[in-house]
C-alpha cells in the first residue's frame, strides 16, 4: 500500500501507474492542483486499486489559486483530497496567507460536504494545520504527511486524532527517526511520495512499504514481520473507516 504518492508525476508515469495497480492493494495518487487532477483522471485508466485525489499544494498554492473554485466543486464527487496543507518554510513563507486562505477553505468545504480523508502537507506549519482543522471539527480524518513537527505538536496531533503517512526517506534523518518512534503504531501507515522523495538518490517507488516495514522494525524493535502486518492492518483500517 502507498497511502501518499505522486504516481502522475514519475518518469515513464504510464508504465509505473500500471505496475502499482498491480503490485498494491492500495495506492492513494494524490495531485498538485485542480487541472492536475482533471488532466490526471483522463489521462490514466480507473482502477478500483488506485485512488486519484484532487488536491492544491501550498507550495504553488500562490500560482494555482485561481483554482480553488475548482477544487471546491472536485471535492464534491470525491471521498479523499490531497496533497492540500500549509508550508511555512522560509522559501514559501511569502505566500502563507495565500496557503492558509485556501486551505481554509478546502477544510470548510469538506465539513461541508460531511467529511473527507485528507491527506495535508504540514511543514513549519503543524500549529497553523492543526488550528484549522479545529475550527471545523466535522472535516473529517486527517493524514498528516511526513510530519516534521515538534514534540508538543506531534502529541497535539495524536490528540486530535490524525493519522500519519511515513516512507523510506523519512529514516534518512536523526530526527526523521526520532519522530517516527513516538508515532502512535495503531495510525501510522506507509507512503512513497515518489517521485519527490528519494533514497540513495533514486526516487522511492509506490511499492516501498516493504522498506518502510524494516526501518520501523528497527525503531520500534519489533520483527519485521510484526511492524509489516502493523502498517497492513493500519491501512485497512484507515480505509474501512473512512470508505477510501
Request: aromatic share 8%; charged share 20%.
Amino acid at each position: 500500500m502507498d497511502f501518499h504518492c505522486h504516481l502522475d508525476l514519475y518518469p515513464g508515469a504510464r508504465e509505473v501507474y500500471r505496475e502499482a495497480a498491480e503490485r498494491n492493494e492500495f495506492t492513494w495518487l494524490v495531485t498538485t492542483s485542480p487541472k492536475a487532477f482533471a488532466a490526471t483522471s483522463r489521462a490514466l485508466p480507473a482502477v478500483s486499486s488506485v485512488l486519484i485525489s484532487p488536491g492544491l499544494h501550498p507550495e504553488i498554492a500562490h500560482e494555482r489559486a485561481a483554482e480553488l473554485d475548482l477544487l471546491l466543486e472536485q471535492m464534491a464527487t470525491v471521498k479523499a483530497v490531497g496533497e492540500v496543507g500549509l508550508d511555512g518554510s522560509p522559501r514559501f513563507r511569502q505566500h502563507y496567507e495565500v496557503q492558509r486562505r485556501i486551505f481554509r477553505a478546502v477544510i470548510a468545504r469538506c465539513a461541508e460536504l460531511g467529511g473527507r480523508t485528507l491527506s495535508i502537507h504540514s511543514r513549519r506549519a503543524v500549529r497553523d494545520v492543526l488550528a484549522e482543522l479545529e475550527g471545523h471539527p466535522n472535516y473529517g480524518t486527517a493524514v498528516l504527511h511526513w510530519f516534521s513537527g515538534s514534540s508538543a505538536e506531534l502529541k497535539a496531533a495524536v490528540h486530535m486524532g490524525c493519522w500519519f503517512s511515513i516512507g523510506p526517506a523519512m529514516f534518512d534523518s536523526l530526527n526523521g527517526r526520532k519522530l517516527v518512534a513516538a508515532l502512535p503504531q495503531d495510525r501510522v501507515v506507509p507512503e512513497s511520495d515518489g517521485p519527490f522523495a528519494t533514497v540513495g538518490g533514486k526516487p522511492v517507488m509506490p511499492w516501498s512499504a516493504p522498506e518502510t516495514a524494516q526501518f520501523l522494525s528497527e525503531v520500534w524493535n519489533l520483527p519485521v514481520g510484526v511492524a509489516a502486518d502493523m502498517l497492513v492492518r493500519n491501512g485497512a483500517n484507515l480505509r474501512k473507516t473512512t470508505g477510501i
